[in-house]
């Protein structure tokens, strides 16, 4: 059973592991990967801070480091569920422990994302919840990534989080991209970010829907709201426009070709913060700008946005 935090009796095993993250983390110390333990020792070790190598975004440049850090997350998701105790153990460590964060790197991406692809459902639950934690706070992003990956969503967007407005290496611009930046908009009651979503007659839809006084597809939030909501969603189509990003291959630029055209819908099935399914659409896209495969912009072009905004709020609610 996953718990959120260490129970009593595993609290110094816990302690020790963090003490034992502390050491490899400061020193550079490591060690042969014999186990699970190892492996994620290793990873702290790697992440390092101090270490310049690594410094960067996931994607913008494989360094040596970063290809250590994948073959080890690839080596500790092939233990399995044995693997858990450990992973656990490094998280425990980390909501628990403030030098472990502020000396943890980029091991903490890695170390979830195989959590993630191990503990599944299970998994899916603890991360949501580590979403909330003000600890964790830096944290936000790669759980927002790990959310997605536990469940198989394209991605999962938390108001807590700038998921949606990260820069993604080794891709081009995606459906996911304005998708994701309208969700994070209504979580924020960001009005002008939400208009920067859409194609300019949708956005003069949506216009003449507020100015009539039907606010119910917008929520009001006050802006850089800092109540916590979170929704997933997931392309109900083939391919890597509906994966999570970290299953993606390092540096991909290709696209399905039946997507290279000015006009693509998307059935987009809609997942609330629980992981249960609240309901889909069929969302239409539209590219501006640069013809360029991998540099198109896509903006949300559907005749139905206001009834998609009100079913986004709902499930947001739930």
């Known amino acids: 059973m996953v718990q959120l935090a260490p129970a009593p009796e595993n609290k110094r095993k816990v302690l020790l592991f963090g003490a034992a993250l ?8 490591s060690q042969t990967a014999d186990s699970a333990e190892d492996i994620v020792r290793q990873m702290f070790a790697i992440s390092n801070p101090s270490s310049e190598a690594i410094v960067g975004v996931a994607g913008c440049g494989e360094s040596t480091d970063y290809s250590r850090l994948r073959n080890l997350e690839r080596a500790l998701v092939a233990y399995g569920t044995s693997a858990l105790p450990a992973i656990e153990n490094a998280i425990d460590a980390l909501q628990r422990e403030p030098a472990v964060r502020v000396r943890s790197g980029r091991a903490v991406e890695w170390v979830l994302n195989a959590y ?9 639950r603890r991360i949501v919840q580590m979403i909330g934690d003000p600890d964790l706070a830096s944290f936000r992003v790669e759980l927002d990534r790990a959310a997605a990956l536990s469940i198989g969503l394209t991605s999962y967007v938390s108001s ?14 995606e459906p996911r991209d ?3 930046k309208m969700i994070y908009a209504l979580e924020r009651g960001d009005r002008l970010l939400l208009l920067s979503t859409l194609s300019p007659r949708t956005r003069s839809t949506l216009e003449k829907t507020l100015s009539s ?9 006050s802006p850089n709201t800092r109540s916590s909501t979170s929704i997933g969603y997931r392309f109900a189509i083939s391919g890597q426009w509906a994966q999570p990003d970290e299953t993606r291959v390092l540096g991909r630029a290709e696209l399905i070709a039946a997507f290279q055209s000015d006009v693509i819908e998307i059935r987009t099935m809609l997942i609330t913060k629980s992981g249960r399914d609240c309901g889909s659409h069929l ?5 501006l700008g640069n013809t360029k ?4 912009r896509y903006m949300i072009d559907s005749s139905d946005l206001p009834d998609l905004l009100r079913d986004i709020n709902s499930c947001l609610a739930k």
């Open 22 to 29: 502390l050491m490899v983390c400061c020193t550079g110390q």
């Open 116 to 124: 993630a692809q191990i503990g599944k459902e299970l998994a899916f």
């Open 160 to 173: 807590l989080s700038a998921s949606a407005l990260a820069f993604h290496c080794g891709r081009g611009e």
């Open 178 to 180: 304005s998708f994701s």
């Open 213 to 221: 006084g039907d606010v119910g597809a917008f929520t009001g939030r």
């Open 283 to 287: 969302v239409r896209f539209i590219t």
């Open 293 to 296: 495969v991998g540099t198109q």
